[in-house]
């Protein structure tokens, strides 16, 4: 197989050698239960996790570096991904969070079209947003929910941060495709069954990017719903960067924020700043990971 799982397009084969995402075969880092997702995603009960390692982005400020840079966790097959699928549902679960999986998307489609008609909660497809649009289409049906991010409105600031060439190009034919696919946000009880959220994280010193990815987003649908992230914080690599060395402000956020309403947007979620925290950074330790693995 050579690898177009993503718009990287390596077209290495996998099973003999990594690509850009430095993973080679199906390989997770976690699966557990999240609490602080949007409240229409994590519910009362949580999100049940299943984070895959390896990154087809090389974001400086990486939140999760422990599990993007490697392709640190363990390896499964398809079938034990399936089966770890239901063991989210069977543990009560709000739905199936698949984070970080577009270099996977192959393995997630061959799971999901053999236990999807077991899954009674929703699925949720939680990326980047630096996605093909020809490997969505293999989801189509089978993922429930998309969490895509809009990281930047800028190529060029996406290479200086992330390393990845028309990021914006391809996020929002990425986002347009997700829309397609399931165009209405469906909710149940407050939980959201079917639909689109966009994420963006606001960067210290970088308000003008979030302006500009909220001006593309009011233009493109001023009814989608858009999750602003405050949660950011400096990891030990860019502690001394000009710019992303802090967290941001509470005026920051507020300018932010603010500008969400004045441009028209009016679906969407707000963070607390207190969420900018390294104690949010999940647990990585695989113990209890290959516990999990062997329950199932
Ligand atoms: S998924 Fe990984 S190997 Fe495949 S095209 Fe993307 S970066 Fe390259």
Not at 89 to 116: D, H, M, R, W
């Amino acid at each position: 197989m050579q690898c177009t799982f993503c718009p990287r397009n390596c077209k290495v084969n996998r099973t003999e050698q990594a690509g850009f995402c430095r993973v080679k075969g199906l390989t997770i880092a976690r699966v557990g239960i999240h609490e602080w997702e949007e409240p229409c995603i994590s519910g009362t009960r949580g999100s049940g996790t299943i984070f895959f390692s390896g990154c087809n982005l090389r974001c400086i400020f990486c939140q999760n570096d422990t599990i993007s840079r490697s392709a640190y966790g363990c390896e499964i097959s398809v079938d034990t991904l399936g089966k770890l699928m239901l063991y989210q549902q069977s543990v009560g679960a709000e739905n199936i969070n698949l984070v970080s999986p577009t270099q996977f998307t192959g393995q997630i489609a061959e799971a999901l079209a053999k236990y999807k008609p077991q899954i009674k909660i929703p699925v949720v497809y939680n990326s980047n947003g630096y996605e093909s649009v020809e490997q969505l289409r293999r989801l189509e049906g089978l993922v429930d929910v998309y969490l895509p991010d809009l990281k930047y409105a800028d190529n060029s600031l996406a290479v200086e941060y992330s390393s990845v060439p028309n990021y914006f190009d391809m996020a929002t034919a990425a986002i347009a495709e997700m829309k397609r696919q399931r165009p209405k946000n469906v909710f149940v009880n407050g939980m959201l069954r079917r639909g689109v959220i966009v994420r963006h994280l606001v960067l210290p010193g970088n308000l003008d990017n979030s302006k500009r990815v909220l001006d593309y987003l009011a233009s493109y649908d001023r009814n989608i719903y858009v999750s602003l992230m405050a949660q950011y914080f400096p990891t030990a690599d860019v502690k001394s960067h000009p710019l992303l060395g802090r967290t941001i402000t509470q005026d920051e956020y507020d300018e932010i924020s603010a500008y969400f309403k004045q441009c028209g947007l009016h679906n969407g979620y707000f963070q607390e700043l207190s969420s900018n925290s390294e104690e949010y950074v999940p647990d990585w330790s695989l113990e209890r990971l290959d516990e999990i693995i062997k329950k199932v």
